[in-house]
């Protein structure tokens, strides 16, 4: 009964439930069946026999919440106390089954193992995955990994991108390997999000404004060449920032083939051959299969030879390539889709 009694009667409990630790410890025998909560008395003193019994004898209609904190919080004593790390989430899964009932076991496993995570995992989605890159980067690749797979794939996978490159497969080979999470690393996890989250609260909310700006022009059904010499007037530096954003190289995937054949007209091969360094693959396509083919080997062996590239020379030439599209599409020669459209098969 020691043992039992041991159960804190100070921590925090579900709001409109108090149980006292010989309440918790009747809740535990009562779940655990007949043998092994007549192998538990078999241990107890005449004294403590009769008080745990007595009050086991008037219990009656049980919340769930009430079973939850009981549950969870003698794992958490046996833990501490037993020095054992602790029973997988699919044994523990087995024996409540068999002690609770299905409905019940599922919701204390998910409060014993940390599905309350997920709502704090849900704040983090409003900030940059560059930032959450940088503040994730010095953990250990097993946590980096755990941390992942509590957001939505989308974030993660930005957050990913944001990482070191030189440890990205390993994260996502952790990632992969990931089945049963232990309460130890679920409870390293809770603190790191923790930290996370009050340094994220201090920080100004970034937006990117002039990314949403050019967005937002790209889109105008009609007139976008006036709203754009509306802004000029008043903020030339900011235009032309938008105006970098409206035509970002990438676009280029998405044009008709008779673009892309007068933009390469215009574009010297030599520019091609830097501008395509590291480009996705969609780009590249797009501009190699319009080549005449003779152009096109032309270009390959130039690539080839080109050998390493700064990045800061790719940028600067894809940029001026950009700005020649914007003055064939201003000059009416061509015409551009500034978005990816949805269409209709």
């Known amino acids: ?72 919080t003698f794992f958490d004593d046996y833990r501490q106390q037993s020095g054992v790390h602790g029973a997988s989430r699919s044994y523990l899964k087995r024996s409540l089954d068999l002690a609770l009932g299905n409905d019940i076991a599922n ?82 996890l809770d603190q790191l999000v923790g930290r996370c989250l009050g340094t994220f609260d201090m920080q100004s909310t970034s937006v990117e404004g002039i990314r949403q700006a050019a967005e937002i022009l790209n889109r105008l059904p009609s007139n976008r060449a006036q709203m754009v010499e509306l802004l000029r007037a008043h903020d030339p530096e900011v235009v032309a920032q938008i105006e970098l954003s409206m035509y970002d190289f990438f676009i280029l995937s998405t044009q008709s083939e008779v673009a892309i054949t007068r933009i390469i007209e215009e574009v010297p091969l030599e520019q091609w051959a830097i501008a395509l360094k590291g480009a996705e693959l ?35 030439t894809r940029q001026e390539i950009m700005a020649t599209v914007k003055a064939l599409a201003d000059s009416g020669e061509i015409e551009i889709q500034l978005f990816a459209e949805a269409v209709v098969e």
Request: contains cysteine.
């Open 1 to 72: 009964m020691a043992e039992l009694n041991s159960m804190q009667d100070s921590m925090d409990q579900p709001e409109g439930v108090y149980l006292t630790p010989v309440e918790q410890a009747a809740i535990v025998l009562l779940s655990i069946g007949e043998e092994p909560a007549a192998a538990v008395l078999r241990c107890l003193s005449r004294e403590e026999l009769l008080e745990v019994t007595q009050v086991m004898s008037r219990m009656s209609g049980i919340k769930v919440e009430s079973v939850k904190h009981a549950m969870q």
């Open 107 to 188: 919701t204390v496993l998910n409060s014993i193992y940390g599905d309350e995570l997920r709502p704090k995992m849900a704040r983090l989605q409003w900030a940059s995955p560059k930032w959450l890159a940088e503040y994730i980067s010095n953990e250990h690749v097993r946590m980096q990994a755990v941390f992942l797979a509590f957001l939505p794939a989308t974030l993660a996978g930005q957050i990913l991108d944001a990482l070191p490159l030189e440890g990205r497969d390993l994260v996502l080979l952790n990632l992969a390997r990931l089945d049963e999470i232990d309460r130890d690393l679920l409870v390293e």
């Open 282 to 316: 969609s780009i590249r396509d797009a501009v190699l299969k319009t080549m005449p083919k003779r152009q096109a080997q032309a270009f390959e062996d130039m690539m080839r030879r080109a050998g390493p590239i700064p990045m800061s020379r790719i940028e600067q």
